[in-house]
């Protein structure tokens, strides 16, 4: 599965499948998992902590604030959809190619 699969770019927005994997010592991107980008996070799955520490995650990584990124589906799964959104179509292509390096593609 190429990196690219991952994600979806629609005008100013990005849309991202997130495989998360709660709990873990080690948070971080960790790749592709399937035709997702595998998110660990030390937080646990309670009370929104683990969606609020992906939003945080991908904010730091993609480089924008925190309030872009919000997670549209899956709110109580391990698979999610992610939305970013940035103020122009160029912002979002280049936080796209930050996308591709952070999932090895």
Known sequence: MTAEAVFTVDGTTIRIR???QPRSSRPGVAGVHGDALKVR?????EDG???DEVCR???RA???????VVVSAGHTSR???VEVGCPDAAT???RAALLVGLAGG
């Open 41 to 45: 996070v030390a937080a646990p799955p």
């Open 49 to 51: 902590r683990a969606n």
């Open 62 to 68: 993609l480089r924008v604030h925190r309030r872009a």
């Open 92 to 94: 979002a292509s280049a």
């Open 57 to 59: 995650l991908l904010a």
């Open 79 to 81: 698979a999610k959809t």
């Open 18 to 20: 997130v495989f998360v």
